[in-house]
């Protein structure tokens, strides 16, 4: 959901228009549209029966393989995160000294 932060000095006065600015610009029937999939329902919830019957032992080597490289790849992003963010402090510092 889009959040519109109110501001101090709002050039609308009037407190109907201000309510309608801050509304989403998309009806939640658009965002949520069950009623237009129903179909899917019965075919997914057939497919997941399936699935959670079959659940791969700790010692399958596919399952191995699988959670060392999920490991490797939430420690990656984890690191991307950091440096994404160390970056952004040392913008607004930059920035921040040159004002």
Known sequence: ???VPELAHSAVCNS?????SRRSPVSRQDRLPYHKHSYLSPYLNRILSRLADYIPPE???RRVEFNKLH???V?????MLLLGLAGMYLLV???TANS
């Open 1 to 3: 959901m889009l959040r």
């Open 16 to 20: 109907s228009e201000r309510a309608a």
């Open 59 to 61: 010692t399958d080597p």
């Open 71 to 73: 490991h490797c790849s």
């Open 75 to 79: 420690m990656f992003g984890g690191a």
């Open 93 to 95: 510092r930059e920035i």
